[in-house]
């Protein structure tokens, strides 16, 4: 019989803190899985959605990087780091008006890279 890996008592920021540690290591697969797990215990917890729109771009997947972003975004308006990321996945598509309106959002709430990316590639 198999038992299962997850131990009683594992709450979503122990998944995402698990994600962040494989995420260090470069194991973006196992990153996402727990990133993943956190989501499913907390819904609504928007940092494990921002953290795995960064392993999904790190792995070349905009889109599901952008849908996290937008889901981290949803559900903390004030996220500047999630809309900094989304700007930079959206970069990576093309989508430079898309990311200088991001970047913009992250600046005005204080992400000092935005401000920059702001200046040197929305003018």
Not at 54 to 73: E, F, T, V
């Amino acid at each position: 019989m198999l038992v299962p890996m997850v131990s009683f008592g594992q709450s979503a920021s122990e998944f995402n803190s698990r994600g962040y540690d494989k995420h260090n290591l470069k194991d973006y697969f196992g990153a996402i899985a727990d990133y993943t797990k956190a989501i499913e215990l907390d819904p609504d917890y928007a940092p494990a959605y921002s953290n795995r729109g960064i392993a999904k771009r790190k792995l070349k997947d905009y889109y599901g990087a952008i849908s996290d972003y937008s889901k981290a975004i949803e559900l903390n308006p004030d996220y500047a780091y999630a809309y900094n990321n989304r700007g930079v996945a959206k970069e990576q598509l093309g989508d430079l008006n898309g990311a200088c309106a991001d970047w913009r959002k992250a600046a005005s709430l204080g992400h000092q890279n935005s401000a920059q990316w702001v200046r040197d590639e929305c003018n």
